[in-house]
């Protein structure tokens, strides 16, 4: 791939990591409040001139959501957006507490393994978004009309503060195998899974990678040398570059962000490789379905969009030309993602964070 990631050659290679993410199975959080501006252009019963309204949940980060937003807000000043914004559990139990009343009328940028739950719990309405044939077969739904499209992959990576790591004469650890080395007893702070999809896609990365014995293993060795268990995937690696804590178990873009702004820390993708998950967008099940959801979902991947993705995160699902690798990601991103089955995922998710809390939830941060 050398500079360039060309989703379109890149689709074999996707098909042998992206395993099973295609069929769904059928199964007091944080509101911001903000209303942000709005998206593109409008479909038959919307209006220019009609002001309306949107509720959308979502688990991008801050400070993403208003840059991705600016050209839909241009497009569409009088589509009011009402943001709802949270870490990926916190969404997701959210959305599900209000299954017989759903307050969402989109949900965008949330785990693709939470949206197969809300599927398997026919909360969501399927709807084929223009120029979903530009998305690579991985990155989407096999039903048609699709119930979830994804507009990119997050992965894991380990930030480790080298200024506090050269101070306690350790070198910066490489691996998941270096995590559980002793000498960074209580340097270590990783997302609760039941709140983070980070969290939850770090430890289904190791579920895949090790099995479920030798994961389980792994993780309370772990658990030996962690700190804390964040609330947010972003937090470690805020911790970590403000020296908090040398180690911090996050994402590739917090990581690359923080060193971005001048942070002394090491961006390092675990040479065993990387748990993952998708970024993705459902129309969710309602009595009355807003045009103004649709017409937003359309905007949402379109190659605008896209762009403004791919300038954070170095995989993204369309198929398009000029598409990069951004600074600080591995050369080879794909190859850098264990392989793994999202739907197996999405079953086990219950399962596998109940015997998590159990094992090591009084090591959490308390819940918002």
Not at 124 to 144: A, C, H, M, N
Not at 176 to 192: C, F, S
């Amino acid at each position: 791939m050398n500079k360039l990631f060309r989703p379109f050659l890149a689709t074999a290679l996707l098909a042998t990591v992206l395993t099973g993410c295609g069929q769904a199975q059928q199964a007091a959080p944080k509101t911001d409040g903000s209303a942000e501006g709005s998206a593109p252009q409008a479909q038959p019963g919307t209006s220019a001139s009609t002001p309306s309204e949107l509720t959308i949940y979502t688990a991008l980060e801050d400070d993403q959501i208003k840059e991705y937003l600016e050209s839909f807000k241009q497009a569409n000043p009088n589509i009011k957006l009402n943001i709802v914004r949270d870490s990926t559990g916190i969404i997701t139990a959210k959305l599900l507490a209000e299954k017989e009343n759903p307050q969402a009328d989109v949900v965008w940028g949330v785990a693709a393994t939470s949206l197969l739950v809300l599927d398997q719990n026919n909360m969501l309405e399927g709807y084929s978004p223009k120029g979903v044939e530009r998305i690579s077969p991985e990155f989407k739904d096999k039903q048609q009309p699709e119930h979830w499209v994804g507009i990119d992959a997050w992965e894991t990576a380990i930030i480790a503060n080298t200024k506090e790591l050269e101070k306690k004469h350790l070198p910066i650890p490489q691996s998941y195998d270096d995590l559980i080395k002793p000498e960074y007893k209580g340097m270590v702070v990783m997302p609760d899974p039941s709140a983070s999809g980070t969290g939850f896609l770090t430890i289904n990365g190791l579920r895949h990678l090790k099995g479920e014995q030798d994961s389980w293993n792994y993780l309370d060795k772990l658990n030996d040398n962690i700190a804390m268990y964040t609330q947010s995937g972003s937090k470690p690696a805020k911790m970590a570059a403000a020296g908090e804590y040398p180690i911090g178990i996050s994402f590739g873009y917090r990581g690359i962000t923080e060193k971005k702004k001048g942070a002394p820390v090491e961006v390092v993708f675990p040479k065993e490789g990387s748990g993952w998950d998708v970024e993705a967008n459902a129309l969710m099940k309602k009595p009355t379905i807003k045009p103004e959801a649709k017409l937003f979902l359309d905007w949402a991947i379109t190659d605008e969009a896209m762009k403004e993705y791919n300038k954070n995160y170095a995989i993204i699902g369309a198929k398009q030309e000029g598409a990069q690798i951004p600074e600080g990601y591995t050369k080879n991103p794909l190859e850098q993602l264990i392989k793994l089955d999202l739907n197996q995922a999405a079953k086990d998710r219950d399962q596998v964070l109940q015997e998590w809390q159990k094992r090591y939830s009084s090591k959490s941060e308390p819940k918002k």
